[in-house]
C-alpha cells in the first residue's frame, strides 16, 4: 500500500507497534485528519507517540483498560507509525551503503570528478530526499547537478531555488561546466510569490541552495519549500528527488536543523515539532513572563557531558559548592549528556557531511587580528553614546557605527500622508480596551462603542515629516589601514573586503576608486560595478569572472582590470560566490549573523585559489564593539561544529 493511500484511509486498522523489545497489538482509528491510538501502556510506546506532531492524550477507553492518544494524520507521522510497525522501513534507503553505485559513477564520468563528489553524487542518487552538509566549496552544487544529468531528469522538472547572489552565479558556474541541464532558477522571496502556482504542477526534483535559509518553520519561505516538498510528495511518491545543501546547517543553534530534516523527510527525527526537539538537546527551567504566563527559559545546551543536568553549570561552578547547598542557593551536581554530539548520529544517512580540510588540499586559513588605537575624541564619542542612549541595541549600534567613521542621521525631507489617520486627521478609538494576558504585550480591541479623537500622530493636520536618512562620515584609522593594504596587494590585484553597513559600503567604494581600483559591489540592492576616474562603467557580470581565479579568461580579465576590489555586506555576497582571485578577505566590520560570517570567508577558500598564497581572513578591532561581535560569531562557530559532530574542532 502506498503512503499517500494509508494516510487518507478512513476507519479502523489493527496493527503491531514495537515498544521496546517488545510489539503490542494497537488500534489505529481514522476520524477527519486526526489519528486515534488504541494502545496497551508502555513507556517506549508512549515516547514515540508524545513525540508526534499534534499528540494528544484523551485517557483510558471506558471498555478497555489501555491508553487513547491522537495525532495528526499527516506524513511525517505516517513514517514513524511505518517504522513502529516495521512495514517497509522507511529508514532502509537511509541505511543502503552508497558503493553500490560509486564505482559505476567512477567508470562513467562525464567530467572531472573528485572522490568526495563522487560520494555527493552517490548520496543524492540513492538517498533522493536529503541534505548535503559540506563546507563551502567542496562542490556541493556540480554534484547535484550530475546527479539530476544521471538520473534523467528534464530540465523542465528541476527547480533550483537559492538567495539571489546564489542564483546568479550557479547560472554563471552551469555554462563553465558545459551542463546538459538547466533547471529553472528561483530566489526563495520568488518561490514564497510563486508556490501555489507551482504546486499545482510540482517539479520532479528541487534543489534548496544554502538551505539554512529555510530553517525557521514560520518564516514564509520555509513553509513555502515543506509545501512544496509535500505536494511533490504526493504527486512523485518516492520517485522525486528533494535535495537540500548547506555549508552551515546550524550557525546559531543545533534546532536548526529540525525543519530543514522535516522539509527533507519528514518523521526522520522522532519529534514532531521544534519546542519538543530542542527540549531534548538543553536544559531548561520554567520562568514567568511579564504578562503573568510561563515560558521554558533556556539554561545550557546539553553540549558537554560534564555539565550539571539540573542548572547545566560545569562542577566546578559556584552553585555545586558545599557553601552554596548550605544556603540554600546551590543545586546538587548530577552528570548529564552530550545530546547535541549525538545529534549528528541521529541524522546519519540523511546527511552527508563533508569538510574541505578532509577533501582539498588546499592550505590553512590564516587569521589575523589587527588592533587598532582609538583617538582620545573617538572615545568620548562612545562614551557619551553609551550614557545618552537608553537602550543597550541603540548604543551597540551606534558604536559600531562610530567604529566605522560615519554615524546615521534622520533628516526632514518635505512631508508624507500621515499613515496612523491617513490624512484625516482624526481616529476611531475603542472606549473598551481589553488586554490578552495569553499574548505577551498583546493588546486587542473589543467590541463595543468608538470614540473619534485627533490623531496623536499627527496632531490632527494629517501630515508628518517625511525622515530620510543619510550618513555622515569623518575619519577613522580603518580607513588609514585600508589603503596601505591596497597598495600592499597592487602586484595580486584583487581584494576581497566585507562591511556590516550600508554606509560603511558607501565609504568602501569611494575609497577604493579614488585609489585607482575597479569595484564589484554587492549589498542588498545586487551588483553594481564602478570604475575609477572617467573610465567606462563595467559589466558587474564581467567583474565577477574577474574575481574567480579559475576562470578560463583570467589573464584577459587581470589585463582588463589590473586593479579590482570586492566590497561586499556578508549576508548580500557571503554566499555561492567564487571570489579565489584574491589572498586577502578584510572584515572592517562584522555583522551579528554567524552563518553569514563563515560563508563569507570561503568565497576566498575554495578549489582554484592561489595555494602558495593562502588564505588571510583579517579582522579590524578599533572600539570594544567590534571585539564582542567577533567574540559572539566566535561562540557560534563552536556550536555548529559540534552539532556536525566535529568535538576536536571544540576541544582545539
Same mark, same amino acid.
Given at each position: 500500500?502506498?503512503?499517500?493511500?494509508?494516510?487518507?484511509?478512513?476507519?479502523?486498522?489493527?496493527?503491531?507497534?514495537?515498544?521496546?523489545?517488545?510489539?503490542?497489538?494497537?488500534?489505529?482509528?481514522?476520524?477527519?485528519?486526526?489519528?486515534?491510538?488504541?494502545?496497551?501502556?508502555?513507556?517506549?510506546?508512549?515516547?514515540?507517540?508524545?513525540?508526534?506532531?499534534?499528540? /494528544?492524550?484523551?485517557?483510558?477507553?471506558?471498555?478497555?483498560?489501555?491508553?487513547?492518544?491522537?495525532?495528526?494524520?499527516?506524513?511525517?507521522?505516517?513514517?514513524?507509525?511505518?517504522?513502529?510497525?516495521?512495514?517497509?522501513?522507511?529508514?532502509?534507503?537511509?541505511?543502503?551503503?552508497?558503493?553500490?553505485?560509486?564505482?559505476?559513477?567512477?567508470?562513467?564520468?562525464?567530467?572531472?570528478?573528485?572522490?568526495?563528489?563522487?560520494?555527493?553524487?552517490?548520496?543524492?542518487?540513492?538517498?533522493?530526499?536529503?541534505?548535503?552538509?559540506?563546507?563551502?566549496?567542496?562542490?556541493?552544487?556540480?554534484?547535484?547537478?550530475?546527479?539530476?544529468?544521471?538520473?534523467?531528469?528534464?530540465?523542465?522538472?528541476?527547480?533550483?531555488?537559492?538567495?539571489?547572489?546564489?542564483?546568479?552565479?550557479?547560472?554563471?558556474?552551469?555554462?563553465?561546466?558545459?551542463?546538459?541541464?538547466?533547471?529553472?532558477?528561483?530566489?526563495?522571496?520568488?518561490?514564497?510569490?510563486?508556490?501555489?502556482?507551482?504546486?499545482?504542477?510540482?517539479?520532479?526534483?528541487?534543489?534548496?541552495?544554502?538551505?539554512?535559509?529555510?530553517?525557521?518553520?514560520?518564516?514564509?519561505?520555509? $513553509?513555502?519549500?515543506?509545501?512544496?516538498?509535500?505536494?511533490?510528495?504526493?504527486?512523485?511518491?518516492?520517485?522525486?528527488?528533494?535535495?537540500?545543501?548547506?555549508?552551515?546547517?546550524?550557525?546559531?543553534?543545533?534546532?536548526?536543523?529540525?525543519?530543514?530534516?522535516?522539509?527533507?523527510?519528514?518523521?526522520?527525527?522522532?519529534?514532531?515539532?521544534?519546542?519538543?526537539?530542542?527540549?531534548?538537546?538543553?536544559?531548561?527551567?520554567?520562568?514567568?513572563?511579564?504578562?503573568?504566563?510561563?515560558?521554558?527559559?533556556?539554561?545550557?545546551?546539553?553540549?558537554?557531558?560534564?555539565?550539571?543536568?539540573?542548572?547545566?553549570?560545569?562542577?566546578?561552578?559556584?552553585?555545586?559548592?558545599?557553601?552554596?547547598?548550605?544556603?540554600?542557593?546551590? +543545586?546538587?551536581?548530577?552528570?548529564?549528556?552530550?545530546?547535541?554530539?549525538?545529534?549528528?548520529?541521529?541524522?546519519?544517512?540523511?546527511?552527508?557531511?563533508?569538510?574541505?580540510?578532509? +577533501?582539498?588540499?588546499?592550505?590553512?586559513?590564516?587569521?589575523?587580528?589587527?588592533?587598532?588605537?582609538?583617538?582620545?575624541?573617538?572615545?568620548?564619542?562612545?562614551?557619551?553614546?553609551?550614557?545618552?542612549?537608553?537602550?543597550?541595541?541603540?548604543?551597540?549600534?551606534?558604536?559600531?557605527?562610530?567604529?566605522?567613521?560615519?554615524?546615521?542621521?534622520?533628516?526632514? /525631507?518635505?512631508?508624507?500622508?500621515?499613515?496612523?489617520?491617513?490624512?484625516?486627521?482624526?481616529?476611531?478609538?475603542?472606549?473598551?480596551?481589553?488586554?490578552?494576558?495569553?499574548?505577551?504585550?498583546?493588546?486587542?480591541?473589543?467590541?463595543?462603542?468608538?470614540?473619534?479623537?485627533?490623531?496623536?500622530?499627527?496632531?490632527?493636520?494629517?501630515?508628518?515629516?517625511?525622515?530620510?536618512?543619510?550618513?555622515?562620515?569623518?575619519?577613522?584609522?580603518?580607513?588609514?589601514?585600508?589603503?596601505?593594504?591596497?597598495?600592499?596587494?597592487?602586484?595580486?590585484?584583487?581584494?576581497?573586503?566585507?562591511?556590516?553597513?550600508?554606509?560603511?559600503?558607501?565609504?568602501?567604494?569611494?575609497?577604493?576608486?579614488?585609489?585607482?581600483?575597479?569595484?564589484?559591489?554587492?549589498?542588498?540592492?545586487?551588483?553594481?560595478?564602478?570604475?575609477?576616474?572617467?573610465?567606462?562603467?563595467?559589466?558587474?557580470?564581467?567583474?565577477?569572472?574577474?574575481?574567480?581565479?579559475?576562470?578560463?579568461?583570467?589573464?584577459?580579465?587581470?589585463?582588463?582590470?589590473?586593479?579590482?576590489?570586492?566590497?561586499?555586506?556578508?549576508?548580500?555576497?557571503?554566499?555561492?560566490?567564487?571570489?579565489?582571485?584574491?589572498?586577502?578577505?578584510?572584515?572592517?566590520?562584522?555583522?551579528?549573523?554567524?552563518?553569514?560570517? $563563515?560563508?563569507?570567508?570561503?568565497?576566498?577558500?575554495?578549489?582554484?585559489?592561489?595555494?602558495?598564497?593562502?588564505?588571510?581572513?583579517?579582522?579590524?578591532?578599533?572600539?570594544?564593539?567590534?571585539?564582542?561581535?567577533?567574540?559572539?560569531?566566535?561562540?557560534?562557530?563552536?556550536?555548529?561544529?559540534?552539532?556536525?559532530?566535529?568535538? /576536536?574542532?571544540?576541544?582545539?
Amino acid at each position: 500500500m502506498q503512503e499517500k493511500d494509508k494516510i487518507t484511509k478512513v476507519g479502523t486498522m489493527d496493527v503491531m507497534l514495537r515498544g521496546g523489545n517488545f510489539r503490542y497489538k494497537c488500534s489505529l482509528i481514522f476520524r477527519d485528519d486526526r489519528i486515534f491510538i488504541q494502545a496497551p501502556y508502555n513507556e517506549r510506546l508512549i515516547a514515540e507517540f508524545k513525540a508526534m506532531s499534534g499528540a /494528544h492524550w484523551h485517557g483510558y477507553d471506558k471498555e478497555k483498560p489501555i491508553k487513547m492518544w491522537s495525532v495528526k494524520n499527516n506524513t511525517r507521522n505516517w513514517f514513524r507509525f511505518m517504522y513502529l510497525m516495521g512495514e517497509g522501513n522507511p529508514y532502509a534507503r537511509y541505511d543502503l551503503p552508497l558503493d553500490s553505485i560509486i564505482k559505476e559513477i567512477n567508470e562513467s564520468k562525464k567530467r572531472p570528478l573528485m572522490d568526495h563528489q563522487v560520494e555527493m553524487i552517490a548520496h543524492f542518487m540513492i538517498r533522493r530526499c536529503c541534505i548535503a552538509a559540506c563546507e563551502m566549496g567542496t562542490g556541493k552544487t556540480l554534484s547535484a547537478i550530475e546527479a539530476m544529468e544521471r538520473a534523467g531528469v528534464p530540465s523542465s522538472k528541476i527547480l533550483y531555488v537559492g538567495p539571489r547572489a546564489g542564483v546568479e552565479a550557479v547560472g554563471r558556474e552551469l555554462v563553465k561546466w558545459k551542463a546538459s541541464i538547466f533547471p529553472k532558477m528561483l530566489t526563495y522571496d520568488k518561490l514564497v510569490s510563486q508556490c501555489q502556482l507551482i504546486c499545482e504542477s510540482p517539479p520532479m526534483a528541487v534543489i534548496f541552495d544554502e538551505s539554512s535559509k529555510i530553517k525557521t518553520p514560520t518564516a514564509q519561505r520555509s $513553509m513555502a519549500a515543506f509545501r512544496l516538498s509535500e505536494t511533490m510528495r504526493e504527486v512523485h511518491g518516492d520517485n522525486c528527488y528533494i535535495i537540500l545543501m548547506s555549508g552551515t546547517p546550524a550557525p546559531k543553534t543545533p534546532v536548526d536543523w529540525w525543519h530543514q530534516t522535516e522539509t527533507a523527510r519528514p518523521g526522520f527525527l522522532k519529534e514532531g515539532d521544534p519546542n519538543k526537539f530542542k527540549q531534548n538537546l538543553c536544559i531548561t527551567e520554567e520562568r514567568r513572563s511579564i504578562t503573568g504566563g510561563v515560558y521554558p527559559h533556556l539554561l545550557a545546551w546539553l553540549d558537554d557531558e560534564r555539565k550539571c543536568s539540573r542548572c547545566g553549570k560545569l562542577p566546578e561552578a559556584v552553585e555545586h559548592t558545599e557553601a552554596s547547598l548550605a544556603m540554600g542557593s546551590g +543545586c546538587k551536581y548530577l552528570p548529564s549528556e552530550n545530546k547535541v554530539a549525538e545529534l549528528y548520529e541521529r541524522m546519519r544517512g540523511l546527511v552527508l557531511v563533508k569538510y574541505k580540510k578532509d +577533501c582539498l588540499t588546499l592550505p590553512e586559513k590564516i587569521y589575523r587580528v589587527e588592533r587598532i588605537m582609538p583617538k582620545p575624541e573617538t572615545l568620548r564619542m562612545a562614551q557619551l553614546i553609551t550614557k545618552s542612549s537608553t537602550r543597550v541595541i541603540e548604543a551597540l549600534t551606534l558604536i559600531r557605527e562610530l567604529s566605522d567613521g560615519f554615524q546615521y542621521d534622520n533628516i526632514e /525631507h518635505g512631508v508624507i500622508q500621515c499613515p496612523t489617520c491617513r490624512g484625516v486627521g482624526e481616529c476611531d478609538v475603542s472606549t473598551n480596551v481589553v488586554v490578552d494576558t495569553q499574548a505577551p504585550l498583546d493588546i486587542t480591541e473589543a467590541d463595543g462603542p468608538k470614540e473619534r479623537v485627533t490623531c496623536d500622530r499627527c496632531g490632527g493636520c494629517g501630515e508628518v515629516p517625511k525622515l530620510e536618512r543619510i550618513a555622515k562620515y569623518f575619519g577613522t584609522p580603518k580607513d588609514d589601514y585600508v589603503i596601505n593594504m591596497l597598495d600592499e596587494l597592487e602586484d595580486v590585484g584583487r581584494v576581497v573586503i566585507w562591511a556590516g553597513f550600508t554606509g560603511s559600503l558607501d565609504k568602501l567604494v569611494e575609497l577604493c576608486l579614488s585609489e585607482g581600483w575597479f569595484v564589484l559591489r554587492v549589498d542588498g540592492r545586487g551588483f553594481h560595478g564602478f570604475a575609477p576616474g572617467d573610465e567606462k562603467k563595467p559589466d558587474s557580470r564581467i567583474l565577477l569572472d574577474a574575481m574567480d581565479a579559475s576562470h578560463p579568461n583570467k589573464l584577459a580579465l587581470l589585463e582588463a582590470y589590473p586593479k579590482l576590489a570586492f566590497v561586499g555586506h556578508p549576508q548580500a555576497g557571503g554566499m555561492a560566490l567564487t571570489l579565489t582571485a584574491s589572498p586577502v578577505a578584510l572584515y572592517y566590520s562584522n555583522v551579528f549573523n554567524g552563518e553569514a560570517r $563563515m560563508q563569507s570567508e570561503d568565497r576566498i577558500h575554495r578549489a582554484g585559489m592561489d595555494a602558495n598564497r593562502a588564505a588571510t581572513i583579517i579582522d579590524l578591532i578599533h572600539l570594544g564593539t567590534d571585539q564582542l561581535v567577533l567574540d559572539n560569531i566566535q561562540k557560534k562557530k563552536k556550536l555548529q561544529a559540534l552539532s556536525m559532530g566535529q568535538l /576536536h574542532e571544540v576541544l582545539k
